[in-house]
């Protein structure tokens, strides 16, 4: 577009020449594109391509010179057939996928009947005020709220304290949880996490939904749950997708969470990565291939998100 | 090699943060971006920006430090500052191989001295990593007791200053445990009793190693028969394991969420002089015995500060200090003369003989070996 449109202007113009022609077409836009473009360059497709060029260098260690190319990295990961495979990383990425898919599955599950209200039943006057209390814990830092559920997580800690009273209050003797460093804690951080996200992409892309279209379908004599799915969820389907990819992109990447709420058993690829450029086991290669693995599964899902997704609501969001 | 205080809570301590200090940090990762030539080989790039981040004249003033927590704190760095006018500024890793991708991939050029452990002492001056120390230029490394006048890792102390020894055992509530532990096995035999009150640390050479000595062989076999059994061995307690960590177990040890956890001494320490239920033990079986050390890198600016540090360090009051301050041991005698006879008296601290004779240093293995330690480390805390 932006090459586009200097070009149009040709017409209503004298003509330029072609030095005035290329400063058009070629110039200006490009002035304008470089900073962002060489911020690109340099901070992403770069480093982007030194990852795979590492990928591509078998068991390469720092201080090591490397022994050759060749894709033994990600047979070490996917081939049954290789000596070196464990299978132990298909494990780990199965195990990030299952925490992703889940994390999403429940924002979505929790996310949407918040959203519908705050989009289409809550008091107007209330409104930017409810959006902005979901906002809020954003402004914290992530770690803090991990660490926080850490505390509330603990044997003893608040939770099982509230547990214990509540069954003090009831007479009956509720089982109280032993959830810290367990897999159900690393759930429940990255829904606490990226609830927030979710639940604004969707407040953004119900609150456009037009109210003539849902007073006609009443009008026209659909019950109240046929309305709903017939034209509020259609209609928020973009917001939807964008919603679930967000969520699934950042939890499947996520490392705070893992590390802190996680245990003994549960490893997710972002914090294998870790441990192979600065844990113990100090692989670069292998490092690179599994990184290159994860940046393959999230831009997998940016490309559906930018297929299907509703942008606007994230832009909005 | 202590040290807990994570990566997160406190990624670094400064005392003097300047603007400088900002853009050395911009200019560190700019350099990270020097990166991207490194077809030939990643570890030649390091000493290319030497330059970057430490030009400019003001530099002999400051000294940029890279070590543990709790190995310095701002009383030191005032008093050094006071004596010689030289700012200090202190970052701080949490393991011995983070430091070590740190300094591999460029990006602790800046720092003029590191602390690395006995074995990492070695495995950097095979990377030629680490600079010759002039003898001439040291005061008071006669001071040394003479265990660690000629270490197995350094021999002669050629590239390095011994600062602070520990060893590495298990930590425990006393009101929270049945009976008394006293060698790694109680872990085995408790560990439905105690199931998710336990953790090993996050460090496969402490890890791997104590489950070869419970089981009778050495802390750095390298027989693969032997590392199979260990692996197995793990691989049966850790149902029973909260978590691999070597740090942040404290609150939940002090809170009774862990009953039993295998801790540095260091660490140790710290919590059975702040509460009478913490008791520490070396396990009767053995277990491992370190020494961290102070040594000039080779990309090491500033390096006449570096000696003068490492000479403030040396002086048995400040050394005495340090140890009172801090809590370590000290393997320097003169410093130990002179502390109270509480800590001189305290075992854990300075255990006697007869518990040092079954334990041993962690040395370096081949590449072979380590590669094995790594496989089975991987499926242990992978899986």
């Given at each position: 577009m932006a090459i586009a449109s200097p070009s149009e202007d040709q017409d209503s113009h004298p003509p330029l020449g072609r030095l005035g022609r290329l400063r058009?077409?070629?110039?200006?836009?490009?002035?304008?594109?470089?900073?962002?473009?060489?911020?690109?360059?340099?901070?992403?497709?770069?480093?982007?391509?030194?990852i795979l060029n590492i990928s591509l260098m078998p068991g390469l260690r720092p201080g090591e010179s490397p022994i050759g190319y060749g894709l033994g990295n990600y047979s070490q990961v996917f081939n049954p057939w290789d000596a070196a495979f464990i299978p132990v990383y298909i494990q780990v990425i199965g195990r990030s996928l299952y925490y992703a898919v889940t994390t999403t599955v429940i924002c979505l599950l929790v996310g949407f009947p918040v959203a519908y209200w705050l989009a289409l039943m809550a008091p107007q006057r209330w409104?930017?005020?409810?959006?902005?209390?979901?906002?809020?814990?954003?402004w914290t830092s992530s770690l803090l709220r991990s660490y926080a559920w850490s505390s509330l997580l603990r044997p003893s800690g608040i939770l099982n304290s509230f547990i214990e009273w509540i069954s003090s209050i009831i007479g009956v003797p509720l089982p109280t949880q032993d959830w810290l460093y367990t897999s159900t804690a690393v759930l429940i951080g990255l829904t606490y996490n990226f609830l927030p996200y979710m639940v604004l992409i969707l407040y953004a892309s119900l609150e456009k939904i037009d109210r003539a279209l849902l007073e006609a379908s009443a009008d026209l004599g659909a019950r109240p749950s046929q309305t709903f799915l017939k034209v509020t969820v259609p209609q928020s389907l973009p917001g939807i997708a964008a919603g679930c990819l967000l969520v699934f992109i950042t939890s499947m990447g996520d490392f705070v969470v893992p590390t802190l709420l996680g245990g003994a058993s549960s490893m997710t690829i972002s914090r294998l990565i870790y441990n192979q450029f600065l844990g113990i086991t100090r692989n670069w290669g292998l490092g690179s291939a599994l990184s290159m693995v994860l940046i393959l599964a999230v831009s997998l899902a940016i490309a559906l998100l930018l297929k299907y997704g509703d942008r606007d609501s994230i832009a909005e969001a | 090699m202590p040290r807990k205080p994570s990566l997160f809570s406190r990624p670094s301590r400064r005392f003097n943060p300047t603007r400088r200090r900002f853009l050395q940090g911009t200019a560190a990762a700019v350099a990270g971006g020097a990166l991207s030539n490194c077809r030939g080989g990643i570890?030649?790039?390091?000493?290319?920006?030497?330059?970057?981040?430490?030009?400019?004249?003001?530099?002999?003033?400051?000294?940029?430090?890279?070590?543990?927590?709790?190995?310095t704190n701002d009383e030191l760095a005032a008093k050094f500052?006071?004596?010689?006018?030289?700012?200090?500024?202190?970052?701080?890793?949490?393991?011995?191989?983070?430091?070590?991708?740190?300094?591999?991939?460029?990006?602790?050029?800046?720092?003029?001295?590191?602390?690395?452990?006995?074995?990492?002492?070695?495995?950097?001056?095979?990377?030629?990593?680490?600079?010759?120390?002039?003898?001439a230029r040291l005061t008071g490394m006669e001071n040394m007791l003479d265990k660690w006048q000629d270490p197995v890792y350094d021999p002669k102390n050629v590239h390095s200053v011994p600062f602070s020894w520990g060893t590495t055992g298990l930590l425990y509530n006393k009101?929270?445990?049945?009976?008394?532990?006293?060698?790694?096995?109680?872990?085995?035999?408790?560990?439905?009793?105690?199931?998710?009150?336990?953790?090993?640390l996050e460090d496969v050479r402490e890890t791997m190693g104590a489950v070869l000595k419970s089981l009778g062989y050495s802390y750095n076999s390298s027989d693969p028969d032997e590392l199979k059994e260990a692996y197995e061995r793990l691989v049966e307690i850790k149902p029973?394991?909260?978590?691999?960590?070597?740090?942040?177990?404290?609150?939940?040890?002090?809170?009774?969420?862990?009953?039993?956890?295998?801790?540095?001494?260091?660490?140790?320490?710290?919590?059975?002089?702040?509460?009478?239920?913490?008791?520490?033990?070396?396990?009767?079986?053995?277990?491992?015995?370190?020494?961290?050390?102070?040594?000039?890198?080779?990309?090491?600016?500033?390096?006449?500060?570096?000696?003068?540090?490492?000479?403030?360090?040396?002086?048995?009051?400040?050394?005495?200090?340090?140890?009172?301050?801090?809590?370590?041991?000290?393997?320097?005698?003169?410093?130990?003369?002179?502390?109270?006879?509480?800590?001189?008296?305290?075992?854990?601290?300075?255990?006697?003989?007869?518990?040092?004779?079954?334990?041993?240093?962690?040395?370096?293995?081949?590449?072979?070996?380590?590669?094995?330690?790594?496989?089975?480390?991987?499926?242990?805390?992978?899986?």
């Open positions: 058009a077409t070629w110039i200006g836009p490009l002035t304008l594109l470089a900073p962002s473009g060489l911020w690109l360059v340099l901070f992403l497709v770069l480093p982007t391509l030194l409104r930017n005020l409810l959006v902005v209390a979901f906002v809020l814990p954003l | 570890s030649d790039v390091q000493s290319d920006d030497t330059a970057a981040t430490t030009g400019g004249e003001g530099d002999a003033k400051t000294l940029h430090i890279y070590t543990w927590a709790d190995y500052t006071d004596k010689t006018g030289i700012d200090v500024v202190v970052d701080i890793y949490d393991s011995n191989e983070t430091m070590l991708a740190k300094m591999q991939a460029g990006g602790g050029d800046a720092y003029s001295l590191i602390y690395p452990s006995d074995y990492m002492v070695q495995q950097m001056i095979e990377l030629g990593m680490l600079s010759e120390l002039d003898p009101d929270a445990v049945s009976g008394t532990p006293e060698d790694w096995d109680y872990l085995w035999d408790n560990q439905s009793d105690l199931a998710r009150q336990m953790t090993l029973a394991l909260a978590k691999f960590m070597s740090f942040g177990y404290e609150d939940a040890l002090l809170g009774g969420d862990l009953s039993i956890v295998m801790a540095y001494s260091v660490d140790a320490i710290s919590l059975t002089l702040e509460d009478d239920r913490m008791e520490y033990i070396v396990p009767a079986s053995g277990s491992s015995v370190w020494t961290d050390t102070i040594v000039v890198p080779t990309s090491a600016p500033n390096v006449d500060a570096a000696y003068e540090w490492i000479n403030f360090m040396l002086e048995p009051e400040v050394s005495t200090f340090a140890v009172e301050s801090l809590s370590f041991a000290t393997p320097n005698a003169k410093s130990f003369d002179m502390l109270s006879d509480e800590l001189k008296n305290n075992e854990d601290l300075f255990p006697s003989e007869e518990v040092l004779a079954v334990c041993e240093g962690i040395a370096p293995l081949d590449k072979e070996t380590s590669d094995l330690y790594d496989e089975y480390w991987t499926q242990i805390t992978s899986a």
